[in-house]
């Protein structure tokens, strides 16, 4: 059997409002409880299980999507602050790779990333 993610464990401050939030801002289908979790199931057959902790850590996040996905989330995201690069420096987005990508900060503080080509 290949080795495959089968799911990730999200700390948040508000594990409901986290999962709305992802799943909003990406176009996927409306978050689902399994326990104490709140889950968002990305295509590839990965899920996100949110779970509410006191202080979570910052982590990382990407996502790889198609342009017509990018463009989606970028209007979602109209109003509120874009980088260009993970360490929130330059306003906007990045042209790497033949691709587009951005970064933004989910209300739990994870650093998140969309990116059209992957990295080589």
Same mark, same amino acid.
């Given at each position: 059997? $290949? !080795?495959?993610?089968? =799911? /990730?464990?999200?700390? #948040? %401050? ?7 939030? !992802?799943?909003? !801002? ?5 978050? /689902?409880?399994?326990?104490? @979790? /709140?889950?968002?199931? !990305?295509?590839? *057959?990965? #899920?996100?299980? &949110?779970?509410?902790?006191? #202080?979570?850590? #910052?982590? =990382?996040?990407? &996502? ?5 996905? @990018?463009? *989606?989330? $970028? ?7 874009t980088w260009a690069d993970p360490g929130h420096r330059t306003p906007g987005q990045n042209a790497h790779n033949g691709g587009r990508g951005m970064y933004f900060d989910s209300p739990s503080g994870h650093n998140l990333e969309?990116? /059209? %080509?992957?990295? $080589?």
């Amino acid at each position: 059997m $290949a !080795v495959e993610l089968n =799911h /990730t464990i999200v700390n #948040s %401050t508000d594990a409901d409002a986290e999962a709305r939030f !992802v799943a909003d !801002v990406l176009g996927l289908p409306e978050p /689902t409880r399994f326990g104490p @979790f /709140t889950v968002v199931e !990305v295509a590839n *057959g990965v #899920s996100l299980d &949110f779970m509410t902790a006191a #202080s979570p850590a #910052s982590q =990382h996040y990407a &996502f790889l999507i198609s342009e017509a996905e @990018f463009d *989606g989330v $970028a209007a979602r995201l109209a109003g509120r602050d874009t980088w260009a690069d993970p360490g929130h420096r330059t306003p906007g987005q990045n042209a790497h790779n033949g691709g587009r990508g951005m970064y933004f900060d989910s209300p739990s503080g994870h650093n998140l990333e969309v990116l /059209t %080509t992957p990295y $080589a």
